[in-house]
């Protein structure tokens, strides 16, 4: 694995998550890999989960990890190429990617997508651009169209989870939000779960919520959320603004949030959230609450995601 973008540089699926597993059960197996290995995470915008669990994933590992807020810390960054640099942006990435690239064997980077421009974001031009000039591998820690670190951790959530010998109905369902969110959690996951292959996958919005079918194809698409729902075993709720006319509100309608009578047609299925999540717009207090939320054990099953992740770059760059 050379970077970290998406579930396509995952050449063992299946391997990744009992990696990430074995770490869980002992997270020290491996503390000598990192060893004088130093991890850079740079951050283009907030974040609790990411940016906690991959700094304690690297020290597991033995690594240091530098943690740089972009912006807010350092120079505003300019990524377009022959920009004319006489805005608010102080630096090229051109510069400050190949510097970062001295300082660190592993860069991290989170970036959003502006929601204004679909082609932009969906060339994920920042993460590309560290690529391009770091000359280091990248790990994203969550960019303009996917987060791949998140659903990792979604997989192995699933896979210890649900113990049955059959497979699992997922279900993936649109909720509410007072703000228009990127679209990244919703398509990684989709993306995720069809690369598993272990599950009857399920999606649900709204119209005009569609997403991009390069990464829902092979799931059963559906209007109708209370169908989606019935005998789901498990359920993932997220919002994300429009991609078709992209990064719009069509829908606020509060009957999208999951709620305890909902979930009464399902097979007790288990509630799944990547948090942070908004009480009462898209997930009512009753589930979050209640017993079938997992949502906890979801965002501490980040630290073996990005360990595991970790691991296999520092492997990686040791060949
Ligand atoms: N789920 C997630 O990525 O959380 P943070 O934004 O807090 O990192």
């Known amino acids: 694995m050379k970077h970290f973008l998406s579930v396509n540089e995952v050449t063992n699926l299946s391997q990744l998550v009992d990696n990430a597993l074995a770490y869980k059960a002992n997270p020290f197996k491996d503390a000598e890999l990192g060893h004088n290995k130093r991890l850079g995470m740079l951050f283009l915008n907030p974040s609790m989960r990411t940016r906690i669990s991959t700094q304690i994933a690297a020290k597991n590992l033995g690594m240091d990890a530098i943690v ?11 990524f377009e190429d022959e920009a004319i640099m006489s805005g608010t942006s102080v630096e090229h990435v051109k510069e400050a990617a190949p510097v970062l690239g001295k300082y660190f064997d592993i860069l991290g980077v989170r970036t959003f997508p502006s929601l204004k421009n679909k082609e932009d974001d969906y060339s994920e031009l920042y993460i590309n651009q560290f690529i391009k000039y770091s000359g280091v591998p990248v790990l994203s820690l969550e960019s303009a169209t996917l987060h791949p670190l998140q659903s990792l951790t979604d997989i192995i959530t699933i896979q210890e989870t649900f113990k049955e010998k059959r497979k699992p109905k997922i279900v993936l369902t649109w909720a509410p939000h007072v703000k228009a969110l990127p679209q990244c959690v919703a398509n990684s996951f989709s993306q995720w779960v069809n690369a598993w292959g272990g599950a009857d996958f399920v999606i649900t919005h709204p119209e005009d919520y569609e997403l991009d079918s390069k990464f829902t194809k092979g ?3 559906t209007l109708d959320q209370d169908e989606a729902l019935k005998d789901a075993d498990l359920i993932y709720i997220k919002n994300w603004s ?3 006319d992209y990064g719009k509100i069509y829908c606020n309608d509060p009957e999208w949030m999951l709620t305890n009578e909902k979930l009464a047609i399902t097979n007790k299925a288990k509630v799944m959230h990547c948090l942070p999540v908004r009480r009462n ?3 009512s207090d009753e589930i979050l609450d209640g017993s079938s939320s997992i949502v906890t054990q979801q965002a501490g099953n980040r630290v073996w995601a990005a360990q595991a992740v970790l691991a296999e770059l520092l492997k990686s760059k040791k060949q």
């Open 68 to 78: 740089f807020n972009v912006g807010q810390d350092g120079w505003s960054l300019e």
């Open 219 to 221: 799931a059963t698409i």
């Open 242 to 244: 429009t991609y078709t």
């Open 281 to 283: 717009v898209e997930l």
